[in-house]
């Protein structure tokens, strides 16, 4: 039976780009850095999730990618690119302000309540996602929280799920289930770790690694079902 789950927070339970939206244009008229338009979004996201992925494949450092990222992005619109720490810290505060849910999201883990282990597990700054988890009201549902930052590994990297599943014990690796919208963390984390997997696929993008996963979703209302299944 399935007696725990790990729920990767941005862009499975919540949608990233929101708060991402919203925060870098609260950023930009706290520095005083004028309109952040729809395109200058855009191409600031781009910058942010190729630099995630050097982070997931161990090529550079969280404090490395949270600054280069706006180092690379400043310039792009004439800004001086000196400021980037600061505005750093400024957005990681701010990420948390505007919270949305993911269709069923809410749903799902208020359904699945009392009946099994649920737990955070994600690559995302402390102060971001605890202020994320308050807000949203899951710090009261989810029993563990496992956050990169603390832990010391980042996700796909066998330290994290070993610090996890240690921690879950006598829970069994494969009485795990994580749920998680990224192949190159949450399903290659997971696959290597030998718990189960379910990748959260909700555009029905192409599967493009060489490996299986356990389920492949398209709405989170699917998740209680396959834990039925296991029972």
Avoid at 33 to 41: K, P, R, W
Avoid at 106 to 135: D, M, P
Avoid at 186 to 206: L, V
Wanted: glycine fraction near 6%; proline fraction near 4%; hydrophobic fraction near 40%.
């Amino acid at each position: 039976m399935i007696r725990a789950i790990l729920w990767d927070i941005d862009g499975t339970l919540l949608d990233f780009s929101v708060s991402e939206k919203a925060a870098i244009r609260k950023c930009f008229e706290i520095f005083g850095l004028g309109t952040c338009t729809d395109e200058m979004v855009s191409v600031y996201s781009k910058i942010n999730s190729r630099y995630w992925h050097l982070l997931e494949d161990g090529k550079m450092s969280k404090q490395d990618i949270l600054i280069s990222r706006f180092r690379e992005f400043f310039p792009l619109y004439g800004i001086d690119p000196s400021i980037s720490e600061a505005f750093n810290d400024e957005y990681q505060l701010r990420l948390s302000d505007t919270v949305v849910f993911t269709d069923g999201a809410e749903e799902v883990i208020n359904c699945l309540h009392g009946s099994l282990i649920q737990c955070a597990a994600s690559n995302g700054t402390r102060v971001a996602q605890e202020g994320k988890l308050r807000r949203s009201g899951m710090d009261r549902i989810f029993e563990h929280t496992f956050i990169s930052e603390n832990i010391g590994y980042e996700k796909p990297d066998p330290g994290f799920f070993n610090y996890v599943i240690s921690a879950l014990a006598p829970v069994r690796p494969e009485e795990v289930l994580i749920v998680g919208d990224s192949l190159s963390s949450d399903m290659k984390g997971g696959f290597n770790a030998g718990i189960r997997t379910c990748w959260y696929d909700p555009q029905k993008m192409p599967n493009t690694t060489d490996m299986t996963f356990d389920h492949i979703i398209a709405d989170l209302r699917e998740v209680p079902p396959i834990i039925r299944m296991y029972a």
